[in-house]
């Protein structure tokens, strides 16, 4: 599935959103860290603006995924608000286990749920722990556990971010992932609920996302 993150190429023309679908982008990360001319990411203040609201506009009316991940508060809320279709959030933690601006709090992962929405917990270091040396499998099935008490396990996935972020010690490559399942069966949790975690919700959302008819 080919991903953009940070949609500001596609700002310059109202067609070329289309114009990427049409070459086979079917997840749009619509900002980053920064703001762009759709809105205000992690690191920057500001919401969705009136380019950011017509281009979710333009992307409800296709089958692709709409990825809220690096988004301050008020510009996710306010994707919420236009967004037709459920959203992911492919790589964040929990907030309220650590504080990172990166990170949603629990009235963001309540609202995400309410949308039907699919939240991807990531491996980064500095996302799962304010101390590095405290990143490891346990610190991402904790984070695994506080969200799916507010998203529920069938809206869990994984969002690793494999390629260059500063991983766990003992998260080092997909190599590790049967120890993580191993992590999560010693803390209660079923072979289902691994094998939903695992895949099969993420699976499932972009199945239903991608099979919508184009408008």
Known sequence: V?????CAPLGVDEDDVFEAYEHGVR???VVWNGSNCFGGGAFSEGG???SGERFLRDLNRLPVAVDLAHMNERTFYNSLEILEHPPIVT???CYDLNPHCRN???EQMKELRMAGGIMGITFVNKFLSAEKEDASLDRIVD?????SDFMGIENIALGSDFDGA???KDMEDQSCLPYLYEKMKQR????????MVAGENLFRYMFATLSREEI
């Open 2 to 6: 080919l991903a953009i993150e940070n």
């Open 27 to 29: 997840s749009f990360g």
């Open 48 to 50: 969705l603006t009136s």
């Open 91 to 93: 790589h964040t933690c």
């Open 104 to 106: 949603l709090k629990e």
């Open 143 to 147: 984070h695994i556990l506080y969200a």
């Open 166 to 168: 500063d991983m766990p």
């Open 188 to 195: 209660d949790f079923t072979d289902r609920e691994i094998e």
